[in-house]
Each structure stands twice: as structure tokens, then as C-alpha cells.
Nanobody, 127 residues
């Protein structure tokens, strides 16, 4: 059973940066896709970014692009989310996700496409 454990969340001032990490256990081979979703208080869960084993990325098509960068270390089965120029509206619980089965093309932005979810890490951006 694959387990995902996020770290790196916390409280940061507007304009600041954070780097989230997600470590994987329970699988020795590299996961085909890993990514991040987030959910703010009272809001729907939304896709943030994802990355394939070969490095193909997909970002949410709004202001997150250009401020957030996803990367991964296949040898460690770890995915990272570097967040810069953070805004109060980025405040949310950030969830690490991964897909266990192979696929063709780019990763998908839909939650049901991912097989495994972490417990989430809170990111709070103060104004």
C-alpha cells in the first residue's frame, strides 16, 4: 500500500515562499504521476499541479502558474511544490497525490484520476 506524507506547510506572510515535500513509502518503483491539490476553508478541492515520471508537468491554468513550480526526485519517489509570491488566497490544506498505474500523455487535473492521497499539510498566508 502506497503512503504519501506531506511536509513543509506552515504560516508565511504575503509575498513569502514555502516548499512542500511529499515522501512516498510502500512502493519501490517510481510512480507514474505525482501532484498536488488544495482545499481552502469552505471551498472545493482544486488541482494545483502534477508531474510525470519523465518530467512532463501540468499546472492549474490561473495565477498559480508562474508562482508555483512542481518537481520530483524519482529515486526518492518524492515530489516537491515550490511556492513563491504567496497570497492570502493560497491559504489551504495542500494534498499530495499520486497515480499508481501507467498512462499516456500528460497528467490529468481531476481528483478521481489519482489513486493515492496524503493527509494534507496546512499552508496559511497572512496579509
Amino acid at each position: 500500500q502506497v503512503q504519501l506524507v506531506e511536509s513543509g506547510g506552515g504560516l508565511v506572510q504575503s509575498g513569502g515562499s514555502l516548499r512542500l515535500s511529499c515522501a512516498t513509502s510502500g512502493r519501490t518503483s517510481s510512480l507514474p504521476a505525482m501532484g498536488w491539490f488544495r482545499q481552502g476553508l469552505g471551498k472545493e478541492r482544486e488541482f494545483v499541479a502534477a508531474i510525470t515520471r519523465s518530467g512532463t508537468t501540468l499546472y492549474h491554468p490561473d495565477s498559480m502558474k508562474g508562482r508555483f513550480t512542481i518537481s520530483r526526485d524519482n529515486a526518492k519517489n518524492t515530489v516537491y511544490l515550490q511556492m513563491t509570491s504567496l497570497k492570502p488566497e493560497d491559504t489551504a490544506v495542500y494534498y499530495c497525490v499520486s497515480r499508481g498505474d501507467s498512462f499516456f500523455g500528460a497528467p490529468r487535473p481531476t481528483s478521481s484520476w489519482y489513486d493515492y492521497w496524503g493527509q494534507g499539510t496546512q499552508v496559511t498566508v497572512s496579509s
